[in-house]
């Protein structure tokens, strides 16, 4: 089913093309706030970003100075979610310049002070904060009292003043009444945090408690994060490891679901981007005369050629058809895989004594002929990062031999390293570059992300994993996982290791891959 905002940006750019930069700009502004409206519902905030910019400049050529600070506000916020903080406290502050009213002015200033707690800058905060608490200035507007009550009590939480904070939040849900259900809830998960802090476990899941679970199910995915996380933190430190449990699994699967959404909305708005740059292209042809279509015609043709040469250079060349095909790729599951890490060690020390094209050389020759090998086994290289180099055996095409045909590419991988010639240094020493390397087989989730410079990549806990494994290694030897080591024991000769430490998954068994 397709994505229901695709077909509205659609509609809203073409619209946006009809209007003339010069003398419809008050339509602009309205279509690109809507653009920029769903794109904020997709969590694609770099282009919800963009078209505000763009909208905040056309306010400044038509003097608007509401529209000026109603788009600040939104800029500011969209950069603190990021934690762009300069940039956000920059956007407040115009927010604040351009305010009509004192209090929305006093409103934008506590947007300041709000970023200035992530940044830790308490002091500078307190000072806002406070100016706006004050008995004299706070009476006015109940918004205002009740935004600096509540950045008052996160505050004196970051200050560990607990009992402060809960008295402050408590203010806040009196302020409050029966009205803004969702304020209300996290205000209460924030008591709860603060419960936490001090140590009341049980009055923390009190707290948590009051908030109705059919409200909480219908409340932001963020929200029911936080909380489910506070209860699991509660119940596994109570000793209570079934209802800790309980809440640790819908935490998993809230966390799931707000990834699987951005995942979703990044491939829709590549969805978007190819449609829009199709129906740029159809407009073009279809103004051009028939004299010159033929001669552009030609042109086209070998740029296209030049273009699916690229691609194939990027995607697999499946990926690349159903790209060019259908103008997206639908992202796939993959249930066996074996993911290959490789990383070279003393990387850092040996760089510092090359020149910047010395290093880019020798690098160049080493993923080169990591290429080469794994197109010899037919294994899809994902990509580099930095001295990391990532190969993928058993996509986008499925394969029974995936474990078996990943090692035989790592020992060669090992072994084209090992024999490369070493690397004369300017201080007249000579150094090499030694390699290790980490398997591991399972599952993953494999497509194409990202509108501009997009890529090919897998996502899930067996890339995870694999990255354990090459970085719970030795130098010079292949390290595989249980599972690795399950499909391929009868090929090759293994040395159990036994249980080692890796980071972030405790102990696991290991094995080092000694020969053919």
Request: with cysteine; net charge neutral.
């Amino acid at each position: 089913m397709a994505n229901p905002h695709e077909k509205k940006l659609i509609e809203l750019h073409r619209q946006l093309e009809s209007f003339s930069e010069d003398v419809d700009r008050l339509n602009r502004v309205k279509v690109l706030g809507r653009i920029a409206g769903i794109y904020e519902k997709m969590e694609d905030h770099a282009e919800a970003i963009d078209r505000y910019l763009q909208i905040l400049n056309l306010a400044d050529v038509l003097k608007d100075q509401k529209k000026t600070h109603a788009v600040s506000l939104k800029l500011g916020r969209l950069h603190l979610l990021h934690r762009l903080y300069p940039q956000a406290i920059v956007y407040y502050q115009q927010a604040e310049d351009s305010a009509a009213t004192s209090t929305k002015a006093k409103l934008a200033s506590l947007h300041r002070a709000n970023v200035l707690l992530f940044k830790g800058d308490l002091n500078e905060a307190e000072a806002i904060i406070l100016s706006c608490h004050s008995p004299e200035k706070q009476a006015k507007n109940a918004d205002v009292r009740l935004r600096a009550t509540q950045l008052l009590a996160i505050l004196r939480n970051n200050q560990k003043q607990y009992p402060k904070s809960l008295q402050l939040h408590a203010e806040c849900l009196e302020m409050l009444g029966e009205k803004d259900v969702d304020r209300q809830m996290d205000i209460r998960k924030s008591m709860a945090l603060s419960l936490y802090y001090m140590g009341n476990r049980q009055l923390a899941i009190d707290k948590l408690s009051e908030i109705p679970e059919d409200l909480l199910k219908n409340t932001s995915k963020r929200l029911r994060k936080l909380v489910y996380e506070i209860y699991t933190a509660c119940y596994s430190e109570m000793g209570d490891f079934k209802q800790a449990f309980k809440y640790q699994e819908l935490f998993k699967d809230i966390d799931h679901s707000i990834t699987q959404d951005r995942v979703s909305n990044k491939l829709t708005s590549i969805q978007v981007n190819n449609r829009l740059i199709q129906v740029q292209y159809e407009r073009e042809m279809f103004l051009k005369r028939s004299e010159e279509l033929a001669e552009k015609n030609l042109v086209i043709e070998e740029e296209r050629r030049k273009s699916d040469e690229l691609l194939l250079n990027i995607l697999p060349e499946q990926v690349a058809n159903e790209l060019k095909e259908h103008g997206r790729v639908n992202a796939k599951a993959y249930d066996a895989v074996t993911v290959i890490f490789s990383d070279f060690s003393g990387f850092t020390a040996i760089s510092e004594s090359l020149t910047a094209q010395e290093l880019v050389t020798e690098i160049d020759a080493c993923f080169q002929g990591f290429d080469q090998i794994t197109d010899k086994y037919g294994i899809e290289k994902i990509k580099t990062i930095g001295d990391a180099y990532m190969a993928v055996s058993g996509i986008p095409s499925s394969r029974l031999d995936h474990a078996e045909v990943a090692i035989r590419a790592a020992l060669e991988m090992r072994d084209f390293i090992d024999t490369r010639p070493s690397i004369r240094l300017a201080n007249g020493t000579s150094a090499r570059f030694n390699v290790r390397i980490g398997l591991h087989s399972g599952s993953v989730v494999a497509g194409v992300v990202g509108i501009r410079k997009f890529a090919y990549d897998v996502w899930g806990d067996t890339v995870n994993t694999a990255s354990r494994m090459e970085s719970s290694g030795a130098i010079g030897k292949v390290n595989v996982s249980e599972s690795t080591y399950q499909l391929a024991r009868e090929h090759f000769h293994f040395t159990p290791r036994g249980k080692i430490s890796a980071k972030g998954k405790g102990e696991m068994e290991m094995y080092f891959v000694e020969a053919h």
